[in-house]
């Protein structure tokens, strides 16, 4: 877990800058993010000035007192014109408790653009937010839903930036590429498809090949 008073997050705590801003992409952040103060998110705490985030996902437990998201706290982007803020096609699932200003994916926003994003209602215990799209762990553990919103995303291939498991939210196609894939050669079809899906991977278009020459 992390722990702290204020500004707090599960990946960074505050990013922004009236120069230098910050950017993330293609990561996540898994961790219980625990504080006494305000701006707490199970991602990103505090997110103002030329900051971006795509692709990113959190799973922590988020407490504080005010301003507590269960991916951002809160979005404030410093009122340029030239320092906008956003976060798009992320997700989060834990839950956030707070005193007041407290949402399933953001706790308070005043100005930074969330764009296809998502945060689970049922595993948060939150119906509302200040950003995102609230959608049940059915919902939120079907494929349609993200293809719908326009992510790269599939359950078959590794090369898009979202990957889908079996009955699981997506991850990030990254992360699948250490996991070893069953070898089915030689395996009947009902055992091959046992060995797939035991394996975490979807089953996609079956192929059949023949050959008609006599040994």
Not at 65 to 84: A, D, E, K, Q, T
């Amino acid at each position: 877990p992390v722990f702290g008073v204020s500004y707090i997050g599960g990946f960074v705590g505050f990013c922004g800058g009236d120069y230098t801003g910050g950017s993330s992409s293609d990561s996540y952040a898994l961790g219980d993010v625990q504080a006494t103060g305000d701006n707490v998110g199970g991602f990103v705490g505090y997110f103002t000035s030329k900051c971006s985030i795509s692709r990113a996902y959190a799973k922590g437990q988020v407490s504080g007192r005010n301003y507590i998201g269960g991916f951002l706290g809160n979005g404030s982007p410093c009122g340029s014109w030239w320092c906008g803020i956003s976060i798009y096609e992320s997700y989060s699932t834990g839950s956030a408790i707070g005193s007041s200003n407290v949402g399933g994916f953001c706790g308070i926003n005043s100005g930074c653009t969330i764009s296809n994003c998502f945060w689970d209602k049922d595993t948060s215990l939150l119906t509302t937010s200040a950003g995102g799209t609230g959608k049940t762990t059915v919902q939120m553990t079907d494929i349609d839903t993200y293809v719908d919103a326009g992510w790269r995303i599939s359950a078959d291939v590794l090369w898009y930036y979202w990957y889908m498991p079996v009955n699981d939210y997506p991850r990030l196609s990254w992360e699948m590429n250490g996991q070893k894939i069953p070898n089915v050669v030689g395996l009947m079809q009902p055992e091959a498809m046992t060995a797939i899906t035991d394996a975490n991977f979807t089953i996609g278009r079956i192929l059949y090949q023949y050959n008609n020459q006599l040994p």
